[in-house]
Structures are given as C-alpha cells and as structure tokens.
Nanobody
C-alpha cells in the first residue's frame, strides 16, 4: 500500500511563493513518475506538473510554465512543487499522485488527500 501525504499549502498574497511537498511511503517511490494536480472550487481537477522517476524529464501545464517547478528527492521519497509568482487563479486544492509523465488522470494510481493553496489578490 502506498500513502502520499501533501504539505506546505497555505494562504499567500498574489506574487508570492509556496513550496508543496509530497511524502511517499514504500520502497518503490523511485521507480515511478509523480505528478501534481489541482482542483479549484466548482471546477474539474486539472493537471499541473509531472516528473519522471529519475527527475530527468518534466511536463507542465501551460498555465504554470515558467512559474512552477517540480522536483524530487528519491532518497527522501519526496516530490516537491515550487510555486512562484502565484496568482489568485492558482487557488485550489493541490494533490500529488503516482503514475506517469502525462497529464492524464487515468494513468495515476495512488493519490494524496490534498493540501489547500489560497492566493489572495
């Protein structure tokens, strides 16, 4: 059983930064790509970013390119999402998930409970 636990969310002003972390249980973390998704109130969950098992490849949604950076530390079983130049439209619950480098939810099999990010204008 794999458990994913997100942390680092909070309230920040527009233009500010936050770093989300996702800690994974289990010994197979380094074998899988990991991704971040988000869901804003009243909207569908959407892809944010993904990183390959080695960290050598990444994939970003157009809406966050140049502002967000995904990274991972396989020794710590943790994946990160550095979010800079935050905008009010980034407000959402952010989820990490284990799966692939793609943005397709069906390719992810384990999900965390989410962490709330609120960006005030």
């Amino acid at each position: 059983q794999v458990q994913l636990v997100e942390s680092g969310g909070g309230l920040v002003q527009a233009g500010g930064s936050l770093r989300l972390s996702c800690a994974a249980s289990g010994r197979t973390f380094s074998r899988y790509a990991m991704g971040w998704f988000r869901q804003a109130p009243g909207k569908e969950r959407e892809f944010v970013a993904a990183i390959s098992w080695s960290g050598g490849s990444t994939n970003y949604a157009d809406s966050v390119k140049g502002r967000f950076t995904i990274s991972r530390d396989n020794d710590k079983n943790t994946v990160y999402l550095q979010m800079n130049s935050l905008k009010p439209e980034d407000t959402a619950v952010y989820y990490c998930a284990r799966g692939s480098l793609s943005g397709r939810e069906q390719e992810y099999d384990y999900w965390g409970q989410g962490t709330q990010v609120t960006v005030s204008s």
